[in-house]
């Protein structure tokens, strides 16, 4: 049994869910821990499967039936080639898919009002693929645009499927620009919550060649993603927020795994909520937070100096051209220390040593990060 929160003591609560494909299916345990420790957000907010996902909240779609309709979504409802366009037009055809699997599943799950009539504040990211700017529908001036269209866009990955027309705006998949759209969402919230499906796992993997354009084509963009999705996180001043970050693996177009993502959503949703009510009484970060330790491998290190140009408060280097830490030990949620996923031989090496309360982790008394070296 969950141990219950008590709720948001009257905060203004943003919740803003990424995109990920199917590895999005991870955002429905979210809400169902959300649900038992009595969270209710003042306002949804997502990126292709988290807008569709946020959007069927908004909706009042039962958790359960949320979870029942991904463990059975098939491959074939969604992913049907469009061999005609692709046989007629060749490289001119718009997408690989067909846009009406995609539009029915919007369909079924997605209120058919306009975000003027919705129940509750829901902000759907795209991109005007036409001006090459993020468009976030449902913030004032943008509300009075289909729901159903604005999620159809905000899904619509480029080259898999088909642009989506928004009020007379032509717009494609928000991640483009930014898959977790933290900033918006937090301009009337007092808390945010924000949960990282797609760009968090960036382990190596060697077979990406052998899967095919597509999977190249995913990691590349999970890579820039991941780039774009880095830079608002360590610098996050306010107002707080609890970065939930499942781990789910690299697949995103896998249709086996909703149960397994659905459980690891919610598991990872009740650890970071352990941390709930102190996160409420912070100014602003990024929690949960975790004490590290960081050490460099000499003999590993070959002075190429990337980590000092990416995190130049954190890391350094001696007189011999070789890296060293700054400070052995430094306070850090899951957005900092991305340098060290950068390094290219794997010589700098973070050891977990203590989960912090956030009362003992306040942004403003922890050791050099990441965010410090902006």
Known sequence: MVKQTGGSAGKRVALVLGGGGMKGFAHIGVL???????IKPSVYAGTSIGALIAAAAVGRMPVEEMARRAESLRRRDLFRINHFGMLLERMRSPSIYLEEPLRDLCRSIVPALRFSDLAAPLLVNT???TRGTQLVWGLPGLRDVWVQDAVYASCALPGFFPPGDVGGRLCVD???IDNLPVGAASLDADVVIAVDVGSSDLAPTNDVVTQGFASIYMRAATTMMHALQQYPLVRWDTPPMLLIRPKLGQDWLSFSNAAASIDEGYRKANLALQDWEGVLEQPGGVYP??????????DKCIGCGLCVALAPAVMGLDASGKAFARTRTADWSTADGDFVHHCPTCAIEVEKIERLTPSSSNPAQRGPTEA???
Do not use: M, N, P, S
Request: without cysteine; proline residues 0%; glycine residues 8%.
């Open 174 to 176: 928000g991640g483009v």
């Open 289 to 298: 937070r975790r004490r590290v330790t960081i050490q460099v491998d000499k």
């Open 127 to 129: 991109v005007d693929i």
């Open 372 to 374: 410090d070296a902006a």
């Open 32 to 38: 169902r821990a959300l649900e038992e420790h009595r």
